[in-house]
């Protein structure tokens, strides 16, 4: 993980989701949501599957039921930012 | 001719009319080469349909949020992101490009892909999403062909709708008054066809599996909410009992507006009971009114916690309560607690799929395991009860140990209020649904321990006779007049009695005619029942001395079968009847 000095900086970071229903539509699209405000460029990746989190139909097809290990990946100016509002929205249990 | 289609009866009436099938457009997309030189017009027809699908999608999610509330507004958000979706979107502009098809063409490719995704997916609830993605498909679509989704609000002609299941985006924009009922294929007692069929007062029949397979619009379908039957292309003869049963109903429920405000009392002025009602969803609240219910027999909390990604917390069950404890006070409500499965609410790994549902891990059983879900409900109800009249009724109860582990959690929920200052009624009384024979026969020890009973035939009859009633092979053995499943309830009522408690009926054989009168005689307090049923049976009991009933009823435990049991009852009713009242209130199925 590289410092926050540099002006792109990229993220990278594990997240178990907690929401007992997994990854569904609400979460989702809040999620896609917050991912659109950002500027970096930020993938999720499940099982050796990379989708561009910024996509809900990627999301949604990534298939995250509770419990599954997540890798979420941000790279940009504010990669660092981004990737712990996203996390929050990941990790949030309901 | 006469294609019989069985489903769950959710809401009541009859209707004859056209079928109107929807949700079933699917647009033929046939695939177009076009020169390079059209790529940029495809491209914009493409943006141009997304913006217009927008645009309808945003008045629909304002439609709704004003006539449904903003929860149900909701789903909309993730529509609207799909048509933003840029991967979506870049992959249809690359195969337009590349490939130089026609837009409509690439489109369907591309959600053709994300549907065979998702149909892979294991979770029932991400594979449903397949609806919502159908849907904004569908709306692109039609943009791109120029074909306006037939807008539902179109319909000019009296119509029943057959639908797969049908979306508040559906229901929104229904003409309400040239609609005759719904048919559906998927769906329970809660969905929201139910909710709108009930509000509307039209007949409703869900869960048939293939209404949409065997009905084609335009065909004549005889719905009967009451049955749960649908008849598609019925035979004249058919059409005609029909319409003659409508009739007689018609008539019956105008003779019987006289007996909103009359008490169901005996002939002979012996014996009163309480005619009360069931209730379900806030809309069928204005139904006790109508048809005179006497409060509330059975309040079914279910609707709250179904459908729906989140529990209730305490505040919205507190609403939701005090709203019916007000709206029928001083009279009474029974709330029963939560009376569901536990696999509707835990994740799969926890539980195994029940080999019984009956049998297995529900009501009371789910609720002590999960005391966080119950006291919250608890606490909902006391707060609840300073609003009303509330009684609390424990569901699947089968022993006396259940009923205190039960009760424990109640006080411990009591405790906590009056530590917080919240009011609530101390005196709140506590009783059970009666369904599981093993309670039934230890109803003198439950008794001493509760407040009242509300007997639940439907399961205790299931139960008692080791019938499940969805299957078609055992089903005629499902007999409310067996003798056995008499002499229980014979046993429940004395033991309240001989303890002073209050005994009542919220199961469907308190509304059955041939019943209804021989319970009165057997000593239950009150019947409890679906609103529309209640007038009948005020008339019937209006119409038989307390003396005869009781008669009647100690004769029947008497008697070997149900056959005999029914033939003696019907015999009974013919001579204890007028001629007049008694072809009202039997009209034949």
Redesign the interface.
């Known amino acids: 993980m590289e410092g926050k000095k540099s002006k792109v900086s990229k993220v990278k970071k594990e997240v178990v989701i907690k929401n007992k229903y997994g990854l569904h539509a609400r979460p989702a699209a809040l999620f896609v949501q917050t991912a659109n405000k950002f500027d970096a460029a930020i993938t999720l990746h499940k099982d050796g599957q990379e989708v561009d989190a910024k996509s809900i139909m990627s999301l949604l097809s990534l298939g995250a039921e509770s419990g599954s290990v997540l890798y979420l990946v941000a790279e940009g100016e504010d990669a660092e930012e981004a990737a712990q509002e996203l996390i929050k929205i990941l990790e949030k249990d309901e | 001719m006469n294609r019989k289609i069985k489903g769950i009866p959710a809401s009541g009436g009859i209707a004859v009319g056209p079928a109107y099938c929807i949700g079933k457009e699917e647009y033929s997309v046939t695939k177009v080469t076009i020169p390079s030189s059209d790529i940029p017009t495809e491209i914009f027809r493409f943006e141009d349909a997304l913006i217009k699908t927008r645009k309808e999608i945003v008045s629909l999610q304002k439609k709704i949020a004003q006539d449904l509330g903003f929860d149900h507004a909701?789903?909309f958000?993730?529509h609207l992101?799909?048509l933003?979706?840029?991967?979506?979107v870049e992959d249809v502009i690359s195969q337009i490009r590349n490939h130089r098809v026609n837009v409509e063409f690439a489109f369907s490719q591309s959600i053709k892909k994300?549907i065979d995704?998702?149909s892979k997916?294991?979770?029932e609830?991400?594979k449903e999403?397949i609806i919502?993605?159908n849907d904004v498909s569908r709306r692109v679509l039609a943009k791109l062909l120029n074909k306006e989704k037939v807008s539902l609000a179109q319909i000019k002609d009296k119509t029943i709708i057959i639908a797969h299941d049908l979306s508040p985006s559906d229901t929104a924009v229904l003409p309400k008054k040239n609609i005759l009922g719904f048919v559906t294929d998927i769906g329970g007692m809660t969905s929201h066809t139910v909710i709108i069929a009930r509000s509307l007062g039209i007949p409703a029949v869900v869960g048939t599996q293939r209404a949409t397979s065997t009905i084609t619009t335009g065909e004549t379908v005889i719905i009967d909410g009451v049955e749960g039957v649908v008849i598609a292309n019925p035979s004249e003869k058919v059409i005609r009992e029909y319409a003659e049963k409508l009739k007689r109903e018609k008539k019956a429920t105008k003779s019987y507006a006289v007996y909103k405000h009359l008490k169901a009392e005996t002939r002979d002025k012996e014996r009163c009971v309480e005619v009360a009602a069931n209730i379900e969803l806030p809309e069928e609240l204005p139904l006790i009114e109508e048809f005179g219910g006497e409060g509330i027999g059975l309040y079914r909390t279910e609707y709250l916690f179904l459908g729906k990604?989140?529990l209730p917390d305490e505040e919205e069950q507190y609403k939701a309560y005090s709203l019916v404890a007000e709206s029928v006070r001083p009279a009474k409500v029974i709330v029963r607690t939560l009376d569901i499965g536990g696999d509707k609410f835990?994740?799969r790994?926890e539980i195994p799929h029940d080999m019984h549902p009956f049998l297995g891990w529900r009501a009371i059983r789910f609720c002590l395991a999960r005391p966080d879900i119950f006291k919250t409900q608890m606490r909902a109800i006391l707060r609840a009860s300073v609003h009303g009249n509330l009684k609390i009724m424990f569901p699947m109860i089968s022993g006396v140990e259940e009923l205190r582990n039960a009760k424990k959690l109640l006080h411990q929920a009591k405790d906590e209020l009056r530590k917080e200052g919240i009011r609530y009624d101390e005196q709140i009384p506590v009783g059970i649904m009666m369904e599981v024979p093993s309670a039934a026969m230890t109803a003198d020890i439950l008794a001493k321990e509760s407040d009242f009973f509300s007997i639940g035939t439907n399961d205790l009859i299931q139960y008692s006779l080791a019938v499940d009633r969805g299957n078609e092979k055992v089903a005629y053995l499902y007999e409310p007049a067996h003798p056995g499943v008499l002499r229980l309830l014979q046993q429940i009522i004395r033991a309240a009695k001989e303890n002073n408690i209050w005994v009542g009926m919220c199961g469907e054989m308190a509304s059955e005619v041939m019943f209804s009168f021989v319970l009165v005689g057997m000593g239950l307090d009150e019947l409890s029942m679906p609103p529309p049923r209640i007038p009948k049976i005020k008339k019937l009991i209006r119409s038989i001395c307390f003396s005869d009933a009781k008669r009647v009823a100690e004769e029947v435990v008497k008697l070997s079968t149900a056959k005999e049991v029914e033939r003696y009852i019907l015999a009974q009713l013919r001579e204890l009847l007028k001629k007049e009242d008694l072809a009202e209130i039997f009209i034949k199925q």
């Open positions: 909701q789903i958000d993730a992101l799909v933003e979706d840029r991967v979506l994300y995704t998702f997916l294991e979770d609830y991400l999403r919502d993605i990604k989140d835990l994740s790994p």
